[in-house]
């Protein structure tokens, strides 16, 4: 059970993106040609969370093997033609190699909008899933705003969204997106990259250019590691390079924005001010709240009863 089982939050993104109502051919994809499947199981055993595959409307169009290049000979026999669902194919290619590059953690691979769940549902995040669609809808026209700035308390879902946002970038628009932790993925990389016996060593100014060009971009987690001064240099100058690129940028923290006062000169904060807008998520942690529900159902210890 999801809390969009119709697509309409997908929908909505192309309905914004257009500027009025989008009435697609297939409901299933919305016209993107592709549909995410999703394992029974994600994360168990070593699985993926679910994979990109055709959609059915497509399938149905399909006149050639279904192999590279995706052609088909015409009735002459002598011409050779593209299969009507060739861009459809091409465009999934480019999807699944984007997909394993973005770094998205296992546990959110196969997450959208479609995937919050009805009891992780609570006002701050659907106003939040909003914004997030004027997010993506307006993320190449230069005048839109194209940061968003999530806080709130651990388990509130604001990973969750985040990621749901690359999710959402990936199939509508086909682009590479990214997702880092900003202690492990970002400050500990970079610091790895000082290090001889990394096998990263000397890439750093690889992984900063990789970091300040990719078109959408998440940024876990921050506000753990501003002790020190290397830290909040290297953040500067990432959250610099990304506003003056024009590039979306989703950052999440468990604290306002406000609470950057006061670190690096209060540089990152102005930075932070001018490209995003700021969206609080406070709710109870829901892990906890669904511990409560069980706990009051006062069902006793495990066994026959
Ligand atoms: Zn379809």
Same mark, same amino acid.
């Given at each position: ?116 769940? $009805?009891?992780? #549902?609570?006002? @701050? %995040?659907?106003?939040?899933? *909003? ?8 993320? /190449? ?73 990719? $078109?959408?971009? #998440?940024?876990? @987690? %921050?506000?753990?590691?501003? *002790? ?8 500067? /100058? ?68």
């Amino acid at each position: 059970m999801s809390l969009d089982p119709d697509n309409s939050l997908l929908n909505s993104i192309l309905t914004t993106r257009l500027g009025k109502p989008f009435q697609p051919q297939c409901k299933a994809c919305q016209d993107l040609g592709i549909v995410f499947e999703s394992n029974l199981n994600p994360g168990q055993g070593g699985r993926d969370a679910g994979t990109y595959e055709l959609c059915g409307c497509q399938e149905r169009l399909t006149r050639c093997d279904g192999q590279a290049p995706w052609m088909y000979s015409d009735r002459s026999g002598r011409t050779m033609r593209a299969c009507p669902s060739r861009p459809a194919r091409v465009k999934l290619e480019r999807l699944r190699h984007l997909y394993k590059r973005s770094d998205i953690p296992r546990r959110y691979q196969g997450s959208f909008f479609s995937s919050i769940r $009805p009891d992780q #549902v609570h006002t @701050d %995040l659907m106003l939040a899933v *909003e914004q997030s669609i004027e997010l993506i809808a307006h993320m /190449d026209h230069p005048d839109s705003v194209k940061g968003l700035y999530l806080y709130g308390p651990t388990g509130c879902g604001k990973t969750l969204l985040s990621c749901a946002i690359l999710n959402e970038i990936l199939r509508v628009f086909v682009l590479p997106v990214k997702y880092a932790k900003i202690s492990r993925d970002i400050l500990g990389r970079l610091q790895s990259t000082f290090n001889p016996n990394s096998d990263i060593y000397g890439a750093g100014k690889k992984i900063e250019a990789e970091l300040g060009s990719v $078109p959408a971009l #998440v940024i876990d @987690d %921050l506000g753990v590691q501003r *002790e020190t001064e290397w830290a909040n240099q290297v953040l500067y /100058d990432l959250i610099d390079t990304r506003y003056e690129n024009d590039l979306l940028t989703v950052f999440t923290s468990n604290e306002p924005m406000e609470s950057w006062r006061g670190i690096a000169g209060g540089r990152v904060l102005s930075r932070l001010r001018e490209m995003c807008r700021e969206f609080p998520i406070q709710m109870p942690d829901y892990r906890e709240q669904i511990h409560a529900d069980i706990q009051s159902r006062n069902l006793g210890p495990w066994g026959p009863a």
